[in-house]
């Protein structure tokens, strides 16, 4: 019913915890040299843009969804479940198991497709190193 307050609310998190990362990151002048790594490190700021897109994404399809089924509705409380408190309790029990895996969920992916991605730059890396020898 209200699944996807929950990635939204991470969502929000994310895109505040990105931003402050880029400011950050523009500060800051080139990485050192004793990293070996260079041009090839990947900033937490890009890595945070791909999180923060992925649960918007879910978050606008799943809102779409439960605007096509009837559970968002343009009127206050604008959730249908909050009119009665038994669907009420329903609704937060999903968004406390339904929703939180979800966020979970698309937190892990995005964390092993990070680890994946920093694991073929640094490939990618010593590859071009030993070609330049």
Same mark, same amino acid.
């Given at each position: 019913?209200? *699944?996807?307050?929950?990635? @939204?609310?991470?969502?929000?998190? /994310? ?6 990362? +880029?400011?950050?990151?523009?500060? +800051? ?8 790594? %260079? ?17 918007? %994404? %879910? =978050?606008?399809?799943? @809102? ?15 959730? !249908?479940?909050?009119?009665?408190? !038994?669907?009420?309790?329903? &609704?937060?029990?999903? &968004? @406390?198991?339904? %929703?939180? *895996?979800?966020? &979970? ?6 964390? =092993?497709? *990070?680890?994946? /991605?920093?694991?073929? $730059?640094?490939?990618? $890396?010593?590859? !071009?190193? =030993?070609?330049?020898?």
């Amino acid at each position: 019913m209200a *699944c996807f307050l929950v990635s @939204a609310a991470e969502a929000v998190v /994310v895109t505040v915890m990105e931003k402050n990362a +880029q400011k950050k990151e523009e500060s +800051q002048v080139d990485l050192p040299e004793s990293t070996g790594l %260079g041009e090839h490190v990947i900033p937490l700021s890009r890595k945070l843009k791909w999180l923060s897109n992925m649960l918007w %994404g %879910g =978050v606008i399809l799943l @809102a779409f969804e439960h605007i096509w089924h009837g559970e968002v509705v343009p009127w206050f409380p604008f959730l !249908a479940a909050m009119s009665d408190p !038994a669907d009420a309790a329903e &609704m937060f029990y999903e &968004m @406390a198991t339904v %929703g939180v *895996c979800m966020a &979970m969920l698309i937190t892990v992916v995005w964390f =092993v497709m *990070c680890r994946v /991605v920093d694991s073929i $730059a640094v490939r990618s $890396a010593a590859e !071009a190193e =030993v070609a330049h020898r």
